[in-house]
């Protein structure tokens, strides 16, 4: 693509994000960082207390990218054959694949967490793959097939943490936070005007494209020009982490690419066909915070994550 044909899609990019802002009030940060992940390819653990509207900034996307939207309740006795589909044997003796609600567009895993091991596997193939193996046969997902697993940081009971191998296939990890007053306040005003997060008909929202619409946006994405000393830059940030005091673990190879696909969604979101230091450094949080540990000791002090990617930051020399 060339910059005319970027920045017609990135006109259409800026319209979804403007309509999802008219449904999920008070969360410009989580909305940009969801929508940069989808055009990115990438899946999204959305992390929030309940209410915080996760499940509806899923559904709404799906609305304004006229995509299919499934909902997943994972529960402790959740196997993998309820989500992945079943082999069932017709009259006539042969077996029919009845697929499981992971054929679908965009797929929210509600409380990922809940769910045993293997059950997470299950998902783990389908997010990695895009791809279900069942008895021995592969079928193919959608093209848009995006998992949003969502997941509350302060419920611990029945839960079943997410092993690294895991957490490394989402692309990002969103923080939704509590709105602001007056945004809350503004929220009732929309219920009273006859808004219920559970109708969708009642969001007021019309699709802005379509799924061939969405192939053309991360098509886009992938046009954006990145310079090479952008991606010394990338790869130095992603590499730090691996001997920083305050980690245990550093972030992966595959966290290298996902910054650089995160920094060019960045980018067109932005309106520009090129990554600047600062798309690096915004994304840097989302698509590192839950791929790195943070040191036992420090973590009991208070320290997060974000903290110690901040520090990261601020020392590892920036391209001018």
Known sequence: MNSEEIAREADVAGA?????GTVVLGQEAAIRETLAAVLAQGHVLIEGVPGTAK????RALSLV????FRRI???PDLMPSDITGISLLGQAGVFTFRPGPLFGDLILADEINRAPAKTQAALLEAMQERSVTVDGTTHALSEAFTVFATQNPVEFEGTYPLPEAELDRFL???LVAYPDADVEQGLLRRVLG???ADRPATYGLTPVTDGAGLARLRQACRAVRVDDRLLGYITAVVRATRGAPALTLGASPRATVSLLKMC???AMLDHRDFVIPDDIKASAYSVLRHRVVVAPELELEGVSADVALRAILDKVEVPE
Request: proline share 0%.
């Open 65 to 68: 990218l006229e995509l299919e």
């Open 73 to 75: 309740q994972f529960t």
């Open 16 to 20: 979804i994000l403007e309509r999802l």
């Open 55 to 58: 499940t509806l900034l899923v």
């Open 264 to 266: 060019q969604a960045q």
């Open 172 to 174: 990002v990890k969103v």
């Open 194 to 196: 006859g808004f219920e």
